[in-house]
């Protein structure tokens, strides 16, 4: 039997692990055995506990988009169905004894999106369900082995100890970790300064973030997001909900915050193959970047409290800490200059905006598994444009292609097959092209259905 090792127990570990179960029930040809390689628990990155949330934020996709969704019959319709029967976001909340996702409870309340913890929660129950294998631990390393064909998957355990395991494939997830500090965020001694923060240690320091903010004279109390998308967004909105009384500036390179709105036309896209195929490519990733680069979801926009809010267009430089301050964190301030159009030599008109805390709100690295790679493999994500023809050249299966040995999988990159291959909007339609690579569809019928599996 095959093998496939997925890096990280979130969403896209539950969606492809949910359906490698159904399949293993219905289909007649042989399915890969899961193994979720995680470093803290299922779901991890939304329980509250690890950064990216306070796990109490409601997500901003339907909770409808759930593992299964848009339940294509790609796999025919008993898989659809038994995937909506066994791992649908409904499936859970009935099986739930109680609390906000219980299905009667939830539709007395609206059938919202539900808070990030109780996703986890969800994330955990499928991911148990399915049967995958489990292996507790950090992956440090990714090589292909050219006699075998096989990766080897090297992780460190808990304590310390590294194993080696083979696998015919390897997908890999996560958002990654927070994307490049500027200069000045850590010291020459990789001391990160005390009032910089970045969208994991915003949450897990809070309780620091509120003792700075109360040693800090009242009109000196001021946070600064550098960041215009959901990031810093999400933040500003926790002062909120919080109910901190404290002026946030919000630092972009948009003109302003831009609004998502759920609409039929944007949507269908992340789940209509055909309609998506249709698009040229250089449509495609102007889609891609409208809807995922300094955009907010409506939801969110619609709670920021404008009062206390304020937004400069600007580009972020460099973070300058400056000497002789009394208090007793130094003073900081982030040095910020006027956006200029790419290819254009950077504006001198650099002026600093003050703060007591400043969170680095830009965004996440979703190339990070390239530090998993020998650096031979590694140097072809070395930049911009190699990044532009890597994710170009990504397959149907969303795998990395040549010079990349086959078999790794890359869903975070692989927007150009479909928006929806590193978000919530498809969980289901990305777990089917993931599975393809193993388990043959049943022939498409002319028209767009597909007969039902064989
Ligand atoms: C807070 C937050 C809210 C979001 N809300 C939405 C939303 O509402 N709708 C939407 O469409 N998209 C949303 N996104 C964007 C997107 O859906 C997610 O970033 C993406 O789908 C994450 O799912 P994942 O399965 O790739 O990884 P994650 O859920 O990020 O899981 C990755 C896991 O990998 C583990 N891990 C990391 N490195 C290693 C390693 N070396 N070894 C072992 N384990 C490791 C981590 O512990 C983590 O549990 C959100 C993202 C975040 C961060």
Redesign the pocket.
């Known amino acids: 039997m095959a093998s496939i090792a997925v ?7 539950a969606a492809i692990a949910a359906k490698a179960d159904v399949l293993s029930r219905l289909s007649p040809h042989p399915v890969p055995q899961v193994t979720i ?10 329980t509250g506990g ?1 950064g ?2 306070d796990g109490l ?1 409601p ?3 339907l909770a409808e ?1 759930d593992l299964g969704f848009p339940y294509g019959r790609a796999y025919g319709t008993d898989v659809a169905e038994a995937m909506f029967a066994r791992y649908s976001w409904q499936a859970f909340g009935v099986q739930a004894a109680s609390g906000r996702a219980h299905y009667e409870q939830w539709v007395l309340h609206g059938r919202r ?1 539900p808070a ?1 913890l109780d996703f986890a929660r969800y994330l955990d129950w499928a991911i148990r369900n399915s049967g995958a294998g489990h292996v507790h ?4 390393g990714l090589a292909h082995d050219a006699t075998s064909h096989r990766w080897e998957v090297t ?1 460190e355990d808990a304590i310390g100890r590294q194993h080696t395991d083979p696998h015919d494939a390897v997908v890999v ?3 990654g970790p927070p994307v490049r500090p500027l200069a000045g965020a850590y010291d020459a001694s990789n001391a990160r300064n005390p009032r910089v923060f970045d969208g994991v240690t915003f949450w897990t320091d809070l309780d620091e973030i509120g003792r700075i903010l109360a040693a800090e004279a009242l009109d000196t109390r001021k946070v600064v997001l550098i960041g215009a998308g ?1 990031t810093a967004a ?1 933040i500003a909105h926790w002062f909120v909900r919080a109910r901190i009384e404290v002026p946030v500036v919000i630092i972009g390179r948009e003109p302003t915050l831009y609004a998502r709105h759920p609409g039929y036309f944007e949507d269908r896209l992340f789940s209509d193959d055909a309609a998506w195929g249709a698009l040229p490519a250089h449509v495609r990733d102007e889609f891609v970047r409208r809807l995922t680069t300094g955009v907010v979801w409506n939801y969110v926009l619609e709670n920021l409290d404008g009062a206390n809010l304020a937004y400069t267009c600007a580009d972020a430089v460099a973070f300058r800490t400056l000497v002789g301050g009394a208090g007793l964190y130094p003073e900081v301030q982030i040095d910020i200059r006027p956006t200029v159009p790419d290819g254009a030599p950077p504006s001198t008109a650099i002026r600093p905006e003050d703060g007591a805390v400043f969170v680095d709100a830009r965004g ?1 690295d979703r190339w990070w598994f390239a530090s ?1 790679l020998p650096p031979a493999l590694a140097s072809h994500m070395a930049t911009r444009p190699r990044q532009e023809a890597v994710m170009a050249a990504i397959d149907d299966a969303l795998r990395l292609a040549a010079p990349f040995p086959a078999g790794l999988h890359v ?2 990159v692989a927007s150009r097959q479909g928006p929806a291959a ?4 498809a969980l289901g339609w990305m777990s089917d092209r993931v599975l393809r690579a193993f388990v043959p569809p049943p022939t498409p019928l002319a028209g767009g259905g597909a007969v039902g599996t064989p």
């Open positions: 890096i990280g127990g979130g969403p896209k570990a390689y995680e470093r803290t628990a299922f779901g991890a990155a939304w690890n990216y949330t934020q997500l901003c996709t988009r999106p990030h631990g950090t992956v440090t992780w997830t996560g958002s959901g999400a996440f998993l869903p975070m590193n978000n919530l909007m």
